[in-house]
């Protein structure tokens, strides 16, 4: 293909050729179909509607003049040179001039006949348009006055809702605030129970028992603690709550202050009129669809928004009525145990009490019982003394009498007598002094029975001292009924 400012024999001007590069004989090629617009020169593109006849016989005849043949199919632009082409394009016949004035004349006639049906319809366009648009607009305005009639329902229903949703949240947060307090209320009367706990550690010896007393207190300080954990545990779950609550407060929010944009905006459209101020051309508008809810989704989605709301405060509801049944659980099983506690702590000190006494008793009966084995074994020494003088004399004469001489060392009455004597005394010495053992050993064991008694006695005074003086005195007060259930 030539480039443009070719002259008129280029090659685009006729019909294709083509070109063989040795093809193998017998291969049928494929047909090329023209493709390319017939040329025209400038100004001269839709001389075929209405051409004088002398031109028209001259360019209907096209001859190729490389083929040597008529062209087939393939219009092309007559080879005659421009100042030829322009003299005979001037040129006209009778024929033609007639032909053109009568159509002149049909033209006329059909224009004046076509303007007329025209007119006619343009009124009546006019009028049913101006119909038709009045008919929309008043529509137009009765669907607005419509639509804000649903928006002032919805936005009724949105602000009843957000009003009891509101007053919810606040009745939620007050329990919240009550749990919290009375968990916190709850760390005195447990750090007592573990005050008494580890004082009653301090017990000394057969004391360090595990008595009903520790048995309450363990139960007490669990109880104290779980009530405390459960307070704790509700307050988080009403603390989840309220976010869920805050969540679907906003959304109530967000779509009160939707609505209220919209009625501003409905309202507005609502008073324009075809004689205000504020109305002008927004081309393009009607073509623009920014809608992204249709009525039906448009209701439903505040009302999904109410009915969220809805659980929401029902949940809070419950809540509530958990947190109140909790208090009263919880308050009662307190003070209940700590009255068990009680009764158990003075049962123990009664119990202690009633001991020391006997033990008191028993210590002051053992005293009298070692003053009189003191005397015993004086009284004891005293005889044993008191029996060697006879003892003394009676060996003597035994011993003097021995020297007599010869036959005169005679088993006579006195001798007899006095080795009777002498055994006797001596038997006596022997039971006397067995006795003062059995005594003295007596009184070593009452010394140390004494010194039991008076151990166990502050054993037992140091018990009392611990149930009786320090935990009875810390437990003589226990927060109240209004202070468990969280009222400060």
């Not at 322009?86 to 004046?112: I, K, N, T, V």
């Not at 070593?444 to 009875?472: G, P, S």
């Amino acid at each position: 293909m030539e480039y443009l400012g070719t002259t008129q024999n280029a090659s685009y001007c006729g019909p294709r050729k083509t070109c063989s590069f040795n093809e193998p004989l017998g291969v049928q090629l494929p047909v090329m179909q023209e493709c390319c617009q017939p040329y025209y020169l400038p100004g001269y593109r839709y001389l075929n509607t209405w051409r004088p006849s002398l031109f028209h016989k001259i360019s209907t005849a096209q001859i190729c003049p490389e083929e040597g043949a008529t062209c087939q199919g393939i219009q092309k632009p007559p080879t005659i040179l421009p100042s030829l082409r322009a003299g005979l394009f001037c040129r006209y016949s009778p024929h033609d001039w007639d032909r053109s004035q009568e159509m002149q004349m049909r033209g006329a006639e059909a224009s004046r006949l076509w303007a007329g049906r025209l007119i006619g319809d343009s009124r009546r366009l006019v009028h049913d348009k101006d119909q038709l648009t009045r008919q929309m607009q008043e529509g137009t305005c009765r669907n607005l006055g419509q639509r804000l009639s649903d928006i002032g329902f919805w936005k009724s229903e949105l602000t009843y809702e957000l009003e009891r949703l509101l007053n919810e949240n606040r009745g939620l947060d007050a329990f919240k605030k009550r749990l919290e307090c009375a968990a916190d209320e709850v760390n005195c009367p447990l750090q007592v129970a573990l005050e008494c706990l580890y004082h009653r550690e301090k017990r000394i010896g057969i004391d360090l028992v595990h008595d009903n007393v520790e048995k309450n207190l363990i139960r007490e300080v669990d109880l104290l603690k779980c009530c405390q954990e459960q307070m704790r545990k509700l307050a988080q779950r009403i603390e989840i709550q309220l976010r869920d609550n805050r969540d679907a407060q906003h959304a109530l929010e967000r779509d009160l202050e939707d609505k209220n944009s919209a009625q501003f905006i409905d309202e507005k459209c609502f008073n324009l009129r075809n004689t205000s101020d504020c109305i002008s051309f927004f081309h393009g508008m009607e073509k623009i669809d920014g809608t992204i809810s249709v009525p039906e989704t448009w209701a439903k989605f505040s009302n999904d928004n109410i009915k969220h709301s809805q659980n929401m405060r029902a949940n809070s509801i419950r809540l509530q009525e958990e947190a109140k049944n909790l208090f009263e659980n919880l308050s009662d099983q307190m003070w209940k145990q700590f009255t068990n506690t009680n009764l158990a702590f003075s049962a123990r000190i009664s119990e202690v009490t009633d001991v020391k006494n006997k033990l008191q008793m028993q210590l002051a009966k053992t005293l009298h019982e070692i003053f009189q084995a003191e005397n015993t074994i004086v009284l004891l020494e005293r005889s044993i003394m008191a029996k060697e003088c006879p003892l003394k004399v009676a060996q003597t004469r035994l011993e003097c009498r021995s020297r007599r001489p010869n036959v005169e060392m005679c088993r006579d009455i006195p001798q007899f007598k006095l080795v009777n004597e002498v055994f006797t005394i001596d038997d006596t010495l022997q039971t006397l002094r067995m006795r003062l053992r059995e005594t003295q050993d007596t009184l070593q064991l009452l010394v140390m029975t004494k010194c039991r008694l008076e151990h166990e006695l502050a054993i037992k005074a140091n018990t009392l001292c611990i149930d009786k003086d320090k935990c009875m005195c810390m437990r003589r007060t226990f927060p109240s009924t209004p202070r468990l259930v969280g009222y400060s």
